[in-house]
């Protein structure tokens, strides 16, 4: 069985006080209904883990009856720190689950195609993860005011969800992390420090995150051009 754990327990903090960034409304429906929509079409996600904030575990439990969600589904409560909530996501998975694929809540317009090669990638080599060559010219600086160097960005990946896991091996990490008491950024560093080499799979189309306000236009845009891509018949031969 493959799994995805939909991660949706964050603060919604860089949004600003009183925001509920997965339940701002994108073209309609909620972001997070987005995000849940592409993993219930999905055909090799199977069951779906919903890790929610207290108090909020009947507002899923309602958006799936509105937008008519297919595949089976548990929700659950997420933790403190976002490897926390995985954690509780990774207890909650079906005892036969095989490979699980860990995406944000706040990211709507992950594709089908994306998913079904983080997940081809992690049966292969056991973990792979979104990602898109970083094209800008990077510059490090100590102080955030000055340059102290140009980074050779030749090497550098900007890593994105889903983060896709044989189940044995993203637990098997995680339980390192815990061991040592670590916070850590994504699931993927978990990997690094038990040696998992992972795959990076990457994007031949945008799949970014809400994080600021900033983020709304942009995503709603991508949202509309891919509903009219698929809407608009095809060009005659």
């Known amino acids: 069985m493959t799994s995805a754990i939909i991660v949706a327990a964050g603060k919604s903090t860089r949004m600003g006080p009183e925001v509920d960034k ?12 987005h995000t849940w929509s592409r993993f219930d079409a999905a055909k090799c996600i ?13 507002a899923f439990g309602e958006m799936a009856q509105i937008y008519n969600f ?34 944000d809540g706040a990211r709507p317009c992950t594709t089908e195609e994306l998913i079904t090669a983080t997940v081809r990638a992690a049966r292969e080599v056991g973990a792979a993860v979104a990602s898109q ?11 955030g005011a000055f340059i102290e160097r140009t980074v050779d960005r030749s090497k550098l990946f900007a890593v994105q969800t889903p983060q896709t896991f044989r189940v044995d091996v993203i637990r098997r990490a995680l339980a390192e992390v815990r061991r040592q008491g670590l916070v850590v950024t994504d699931d993927t560093t978990a990997c690094e420090l038990v040696g998992q080499p992972v795959r990076l799979v990457l994007c031949s189309e ?12 942009y995503l709603e845009h991508l949202l509309k051009q891919e509903r009219r891509l698929h809407s608009e018949p095809p060009e005659p031969n």
């Open 206 to 217: 945008p799949n970014p995150k809400l994080t600021r306000k900033d983020d709304v236009a």
């Open 70 to 103: 297919k595949k089976p589904f548990r929700v659950i409560l997420g933790g403190a720190e976002r490897q926390d909530s995985v954690w509780n996501g990774l207890v909650a998975l079906p005892p036969d689950c095989e490979v699980v694929a860990i995406q």
């Open 133 to 143: 060559a970083v094209n800008d010219t990077i510059k490090q600086s100590a102080d």
């Open 46 to 58: 199977e069951q779906i883990v919903m890790v929610v904030r207290e108090g909020m575990q009947s």
């Open 22 to 33: 997965l339940f701002l409304e994108l073209n309609g429906r909620p972001v997070v209904a």
